[in-house]
């Protein structure tokens, strides 16, 4: 589903943040990027949905290089969540859901039935939580309203970006849980990103293990563990 070939980015000012990439993610499968702050992760999945273009190397999506794809179409089909979400503040957050619906040429009421119907997916409530605006929100809850956009064009692939990192360990405890549950429904091509080797032992079928710029282990979590 997606693969990286020999990718590497070095930005403006000489710094190489990837080197070398190559690894492949399957269809449905959930892989964590974990490592230090500053190693490459944020720069792998940015990548993905071309906010940053590789140096050299490719990367190919459903087999096809994304470099020739046209970025917009590319980012519907690839849903992005970051640590802070960033919701439209006088927006009501069953608007904010409908968002990208509306974008997409939806009619009014279609786009908000879909709104509601992803709002209930990611355990909030649409007539209570539905109406209310952003800052009313917990913060967990402005993190479920970002999964529920990121679904809204109901992509194949999701990029999360320390998705849960802002909120108290209990909440995230609850947010991996209930992601877990909703990927087992949804099924989507995940790449996650934690600093928390915890969390991404938890949430991943396999994890990529990095150190400066490089994936030094790709490996499923038990396998990752049992290493000396
Ligand atoms: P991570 O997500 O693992 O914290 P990043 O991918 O954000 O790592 O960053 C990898 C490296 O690239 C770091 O050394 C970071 O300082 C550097 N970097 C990130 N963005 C830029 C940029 N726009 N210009 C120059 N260096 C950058
Ligand atoms: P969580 O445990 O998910 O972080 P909180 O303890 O922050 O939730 O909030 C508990 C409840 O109070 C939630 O249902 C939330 O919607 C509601 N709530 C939080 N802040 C506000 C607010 N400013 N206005 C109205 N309701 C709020």
């Not at 980012?75 to 969540?81: A, D, F, L, N």
């Not at 409530?125 to 993190?143: M, V, W």
């Amino acid at each position: 589903m997606i693969r990286f070939e020999q990718v590497s980015k070095v930005y403006a000012d000489g710094t190489t943040a990837v080197d070398d990439l190559t690894f492949e993610v399957a269809a449905g499968e959930l892989v964590t990027l974990v490592g230090p702050s500053g190693c490459g992760k944020t720069t792998t999945m940015k990548m993905v949905n071309r906010l940053i273009e590789p140096t050299s190397g490719r990367i190919l999506l459903d087999g096809e290089d994304i470099s020739a794809a046209d970025p917009v179409e590319l980012r519907r089909r690839i849903g992005y969540v970051i640590q802070q979400v960033g919701l439209f503040p006088h927006k009501t957050v069953l608007e904010n859901t409908a968002t990208v619906p509306h974008l997409l040429g939806w009619k009014r009421e279609k786009a908000r039935a879909r709104a509601a119907e992803l709002l209930e997916l990611v355990g909030l409530d649409p007539s209570t939580h539905g109406a209310r605006y952003p800052e009313q929100l917990s913060g967990g809850q402005r993190q479920r309203v970002g999964v529920a956009r990121a679904l809204a064009a109901d992509p194949p692939v999701l990029l999360m970006d320390e998705p849960f990192g802002a909120v108290d360990p209990v909440v995230r405890e609850h947010l991996q849980n209930e992601f877990l549950k909703l990927q087992a429904e949804v099924d989507k091509t995940v790449l996650f990103v934690t600093h928390d080797i915890e969390e991404a032992v938890r949430l991943g079928d396999r994890i990529a293990v990095y150190g400066h710029g490089r994936i030094e282990q790709f490996d499923t979590p038990a396998a990752v563990l049992g290493a000396p």
